[in-house]
């Protein structure tokens, strides 16, 4: 599986923004404060589920914007799919799209 691009409605302090990642390699570089653990959290909750208010775990919820969530583009060998997470919930709603079959 190759993340291609991530497209970010609200979470933390990004706000609709999109990444695209290189097909080689990404590193993520940065001064501290400026989002590295943010955008991998995104990644990881957009996979695994936001969350719930019970968790200890920081919630990453935007104070700038009412979106809460985003996108997550990937591909295999054979397919590209898309990820999409929302507020919701039990982890945020999810849909998950085969955009080769679209």
Known sequence: MKITKL????FGKFIDQTILIDE??????GPNESGKTTIAR???DLLFGFPTRKSA???YVPKESSRYGGELYFSNSENNYLLIRTSGK?????SLKNLTTA
Do not use: A, E, P
């Open 57 to 59: 775990l920081n919630r």
């Open 7 to 10: 497209r970010i409605y609200g």
């Open 42 to 44: 995104f990644i990881h």
């Open 24 to 29: 080689k390699l990404q590193i993520i570089v």
């Open 90 to 94: 039990r982890g945020g709603d999810f």
